[in-house]
């Protein structure tokens, strides 16, 4: 009867691992040199930006949508975790001409 169990003990590991929610990702953007980068990244719901303004004057990530407004102070950094899926447009808005795009998946 050991030889059955073994198995069936395998395939609902298996199953099991594959069931089981990812870890969530830890993704940074950039602010320097009135430029954001990347311009444009994919994330997961439940990922964590790391913003990170290198610049010498302040700095805003401004969702177009709502969904968020971070601001960073010169030479700081902020965290915000990713709620919901969608594809978001934001900005600075000290510096409308900086811009990206956040493709957010389930």
């Known amino acids: 009867m050991m030889p059955v169990r073994l198995p ?3 395939i609902v590991l298996v ?5 089981a ?6 993704i940074e953007i950039t602010m320097e040199n009135l430029v954001i980068s990347p ?3 994919s994330a997961r719901v439940g ?3 790391n913003w990170i303004n290198k610049d ?17 102070p010169p030479k700081k950094s902020a965290t915000s975790v990713l709620k919901k899926a969608g594809t978001v447009d934001y900005y600075c ?3 409308p001409n900086m811009k990206a ?3 957010i998946e389930p």
């Open 8 to 10: 069936s003990i395998a």
């Open 15 to 19: 199953l099991a691992a594959m069931v």
């Open 21 to 26: 929610p990812a870890h969530a990702a830890t």
């Open 39 to 41: 311009a444009e990244i």
């Open 47 to 49: 990922d964590t930006i």
């Open 56 to 72: 010498v004057f302040a700095h805003t990530a401004t969702a177009k949508n709502g969904d968020f407004d971070v601001t960073l």
């Open 93 to 95: 808005r000290y510096h």
């Open 101 to 103: 795009t956040l493709k």
